[in-house]
């Protein structure tokens, strides 16, 4: 296992590579942006229709840094009070733009160590799920429901070890959706090509992604991997990237891979469009019939930001974390004996957090 993660590894290092080396920047990814008062662009709502640029060797060009920063205030489920509706009223509109002005004049004046990620933009969008017309997760199914419910007693009590904590507090993985959904910060998404390929890398977590496209068929179904096994090919300006053969029950469709997590039959198909110098929709529609009852879809519109670049992500070398989460469960175990020997109450238990933390799905309706 070893030797074929080594070899695995240094593939997609050479490809990153060949990609890097063949990357055309383009002057629309540098420079201050204005804000948008829009949903994710579409080309037909433009005055004119954008003419998405071309890499030497012919493909529509994605390349570049995108960035989710723009939508941390787009919920990924769509609440109660915006039931019916796509977008923002223009008066809910200016209240989100307000929130975010005054989020980004915070993050840009806090003093110390931490300042969380912001963006330059506001979208109209009511939630980042656009199937169903609802904008709201499926029902799960009831295999689901019982793992999710498993899940989070395991991550609300004190560990036994790290097999008890999630994938990305270990700094494995936030999976593929973890890995683009808006958090508080390391939203970067890098994108690659070369001839034959493109690859994607997520900021935190360091996660890259190798999508060939010269048409080979997936690798065999029984091999499965935390990102899945990628294939794709243009439709017109858009890069479609299949997705198969996911290691199940791993991470879920939430921020840092949480929320009920998908199965070993994830279905995912991911499309890419540039629409507009620096806008690109990303859309993935997500069939995983093991855990929801019914596909459904995202729709997040990634932008570029000023200066932003994806800086090495160095999670194991400082993962402090980890270490004192199962040190201080163990000091509490020893605190327990101790006061059971003692013939006293022990202390009060700690308040373990980092269960499913993506909005409940409903449960399945009677009868289904």
Known sequence: MRAR????????????????????????????????????????????????????????????????????????????????????????????????????????????????????????????IVEPADGRFPPTTPEAQREAARRQVQRSTAPGSWTDRSLYDRCITRGMFGSVLPVIYGNGNQILQAPGYVSITYEMVHDTRIVPLDGRPHIGKRIQQYLGDARGHFEGNTLVVDTTNFLGNTTGVGGNGGGTPTSDVLHVTERFTRVAPDVLNYEATIDDPRTYTRPFKLLLPLTTQPGYQVLPYECHEGNMALHNILSAARSEERAVEDAVKKGVPPPSPSVWQGGVNAPAAPAPAAGR
Do not use: H, Y
């Open 5 to 128: 993660r080594t070899l695995v590894g240094g593939m997609a290092l050479a490809v990153v590579a060949a990609c890097a080396a063949l990357a055309i920047p383009l002057s629309a990814q540098s420079g201050p942006r204005p804000a948008a008062t829009a949903t994710a662009v579409k080309p037909a709502a433009a005055a004119k229709p954008f003419g998405a640029p071309r890499t030497p060797w012919g493909d529509p060009d994605i390349q570049g840094t995108w960035s989710s920063d723009d939508l941390r205030g787009v919920p990924v489920q769509r609440a109660d009070e915006f039931a019916g509706r796509s977008e923002l009223s223009d008066e809910e509109f200016a209240k989100r733009a307000a929130d975010n002005d005054q989020a980004r004049t915070r993050e840009l004046n806090r003093v110390g160590a931490f300042r969380n990620d912001v963006g330059t933009r506001t979208f109209r969008q009511t939630s980042l």
